[in-house]
């Protein structure tokens, strides 16, 4: 079964708010619905985004419905003046809005309790287009569940939490329940080093996404490369070996040597894996990447298993006092060079007393650049063992991505010298 011919259920996704279409929040319950779907056995095949509007909102509503397996709502349910939802629901599927008396009566109690007083737009949370129910009775809440035309359609609060956990409690089982019969849907990541994009697709060029029954994605991430297979068959067995198989392949193409893990597996998590395996610490020296390259190391479970230490050398001082450079050398090279860097590893590792040691100096602007080293100009080195290793670098972009590549980087260097 490819995924080109495999059913699958397919709804829509409406988030509202202004905030999302400003740019003052990100759309993460979008990110968080999508993945929770696919993994339920479930695609959205549209998602969108509307202001805070009544008119928009039933435009979108009316819009969607038609084509939808079912619909979910994120956002637009409260008591405040911006939250048109409910209103919205009963001018598109011309509803009347109508009092709950059982949950009005939750609601004047739950203001006496707590000494709320009453006004109306408390009164509004007890107000449902007809024929809606809402999801959690009693809780402060405010989802709502109404089928119109036959579609199933969930509206949820865009607080974030609320709406995970009623997209958990009673969403993803309401769509279970009514859709038995679907595909299971699986993805994969493979995380590709030091191989452009341009390069990746041109190796990938002899895989049959038909003979495979997996459909290959590109996914640019700051240091690496991100390919995605995605598999839909009849059982998780069936997409596990679909999966298995075309990972083979794809690693084949590319050549192992760039495929550093998969999925969650990020270059820091195989790193600290190796250590661990190999019985070695490591410490890390640092200058223009300010402690980045440490708190990736230490965010993994575990990372004291292996990580000894961490210098943030950014002055010349720090690095003649706490790493041994010699001024000497920091006069001739500059502090962004390949013998500071050098220095820079190999006292980190002497000094720690571990078995391998990364170092990072450069330049991550916006100011600072000259002609011979312009901004983005970065030495990483490894010193592990009794072998060191330094690469110059030359990134692009932000002070925070090229400090982001740094840190990636020095990663990289490290894997490279502890894989088998």
């Known amino acids: ?240 070996e679909a999966l298995d198989k075309a990972e083979a392949r794809v690693t084949a193409l590319l050549g192992g040597e760039h495929v550093s893990g998969r999925d969650d597996e990020s270059l820091e998590v195989v790193v600290g894996r190796l250590l661990k395996e190999k019985g070695w610490m490591l410490a890390v020296a640092e200058s223009c990447t300010g402690g980045l390259l440490a708190r990736r190391i230490t965010r993994v479970p575990g990372a004291s298993d292996y990580f000894e230490r961490g210098y943030v050398t950014y002055s010349n001082r720090a690095k003649e006092e706490l790493l041994g450079v010699p001024p000497e050398i920091l006069a001739a090279h500059g502090a962004v060079s390949e013998a500071v860097c050098r220095a820079m590893a190999e006292g980190a590792r002497d000094k720690a007393g571990v078995e391998a040691a990364l170092a990072v100096t450069g330049i991550a602007g916006p100011t600072g650049g000259s002609l011979e080293k312009p901004v983005g100009t970065v030495f990483v080195g490894c010193a592990a063992g009794d072998r060191t290793v330094v690469k110059r670098c030359l990134f692009h972009g932000s002070r925070e991505r090229i400090q982001q590549q740094s840190a990636h980087a020095a990663l990289t260097l490290l894997w490279r010298r502890l894989k088998p």
């Open 1 to 240: 079964m490819t995924p080109e011919t495999a059913p699958h259920v397919g709804g829509s996704l409406l988030t509202i708010g202004d905030e999302i279409l400003l740019g003052d929040i990100l759309n993460t319950n979008a990110h968080h619905i999508a993945v929770a779907l696919r993994a339920n056995g479930f695609r959205l095949e549209r998602v969108i985004t509307v202001e805070d509007r009544e008119e928009a909102i039933a435009a979108a509503l009316q819009q969607l419905l038609p084509v939808s397996a079912f619909l979910i709502v994120t956002g637009g349910l409260g008591p405040t003046d911006d939250d048109r939802t409910k209103e919205a629901v009963a001018r598109a599927f011309s509803l009347p809005l109508a009092v709950d008396p059982s949950d009005l009566e939750r609601l004047k109690e739950r203001t006496r309790t707590t000494g709320t007083p009453w006004n109306h737009r408390i009164q509004r949370l007890a107000e449902l287009p007809r024929g809606a129910t809402k999801m959690a009775p009693g809780r402060p809440m405010a989802g709502f569940f109404l089928e119109h035309q036959g579609v199933p359609c969930y509206f949820l609060p865009g607080v974030p939490y609320e709406m995970e956990t009623l997209l958990d409690d009673i969403v993803l089982p309401d769509l279970k329940r009514r859709f038995p019969h679907r595909p299971v849907t699986r993805k994969r990541i493979l995380r590709v080093q030091e191989m452009m994009e341009a390069e990746i697709n041109q190796r990938l060029q002899g895989f049959d996404p038909v003979e495979t029954g997996v459909v290959l994605g590109y996914l640019p991430q700051v240091g690496e490369n991100w390919v995605t297979l995605l598999a839909v068959g009849r059982s998780e067995a069936e997409v596990a």
